[in-house]
C-alpha cells in the first residue's frame, strides 16, 4: 500500500530537513524499513490479511521509526510522519471498509459509476484539472506547506472528487455513502493529529 504512494517529493523535502540536523540517516532508515524489514514484508498484502492485523503490522512497521523522524526534522515539519501515517491509516480503513467493491453486480449503480469514471478520462486527470483551476488564484505553498495547507488541499481534492463522481454517476446512496466515507477519511488526519 504505501509502494504506491508517490512520496519522491516529500521524501527529498523531508531528506533535506534532516540532513539539516545532521541525522540524514534517519528518514533513509524508514524507507528501508518499509521495504526491507520482515514486520513490513506483508504490508503488500492489502485485503489478504484482515484489517485489523493489517493495521497492526503497519504500526509495527512505522512506530519505530516515527520518532527518530520526528527527532531530525526541524519544528515546521515534525509533524509529518505522525500525520502521513494517520492518512495512510485512514485510507486503509476506507480501502478494508469497502473491499466488497469486488463482489458487486455488474448491474448495480456504483459499478457503472466506477465504469464510467474510467471511461470519461480517469480521476488522475480531472483531479489534477480541477486541482490546478481551484489554487489559480490562490497561493500555496508546495515548498513548504504546513499542517492547515496541507490539509485545506485534502479538503480540495476531496471536493474536486466529489464534483467528479457527482458529474459522472447517478446520484445513488451506495456512491453517495462510500463518498461520505471518503471524506471521513481523507479529513481524518486533519482532526486526529495536533501540531
Partial sequence: MLKMINSSL???KLAK???KTGNGQALTNFWVALYAEESCSELN???VLPKEEYL????QCTEPHIKKLEDCLS???KFYPKFVN??????INFLYQHMNFKTLTPKSDLVNCLQRIKSVGGIQSNLLSCLKNRFQNETFDFENPDRT??????GQVNDCIRNFVNNTCVADIAVDTVLGNFTLAIEAPCSNITN
Fill in 10 to 12: 516529500l521524501y527529498d
Fill in 17 to 19: 530537513e534532516c540532513q
Fill in 45 to 47: 498484502r492489502i485485503f
Fill in 56 to 59: 497492526r503490522k503497519l504500526k
Fill in 75 to 77: 519544528e515546521t515539519y
Fill in 86 to 91: 494517520s492518512l495512510a491509516e485512514s485510507l
Fill in 149 to 154: 495547507a496541507i490539509c485545506k488541499l485534502l
